[in-house]
């Protein structure tokens, strides 16, 4: 910016009139809500909604898969029996 435009505009800034009222203009909520109630409506979903809808769906479907293999087709799972130890005894020098 110029500095000459700036010196300007500061000028304006420093004698324009103070607003001292503290409370908003009249009808200022009726207008707000007239406002949000014409706005349009957006129905689309974003790219980023999209993009973590489907990560969070693949990642379940990843979880339920893993909880599934490990449960029931590794060897050697819920094989709650006792180890024998008596071979590792004998075979000491």
């Known amino acids: 910016m110029k500095p000459e435009r700036?010196?300007?505009?500061?000028?304006r800034a420093r004698n324009s009139r103070r607003i001292s009222a503290e409370e908003a203009p009249a009808f200022f909520a009726q207008r707000v809500a007239a406002r949000w109630l014409s706005a349009p409506a957006e129905n689309e979903e974003s790219r980023w909604e999209m993009?973590?809808?489907?990560?969070?769906?693949l990642s379940g479907a990843a979880m339920i898969l893993a909880v599934a293999l490990s449960g029931s087709l590794?060897?050697?799972?819920?094989?709650e029996?006792?180890?024998?130890y008596t071979a590792e005894v004998f075979s000491l020098p």
């Open 51 to 57: 993009f973590a809808l489907r990560g969070a769906a």
């Open 74 to 79: 590794l060897p050697g799972n819920g094989d």
């Open 6 to 11: 700036l010196e300007s505009l500061l000028h």
């Open 81 to 84: 029996s006792e180890l024998d």
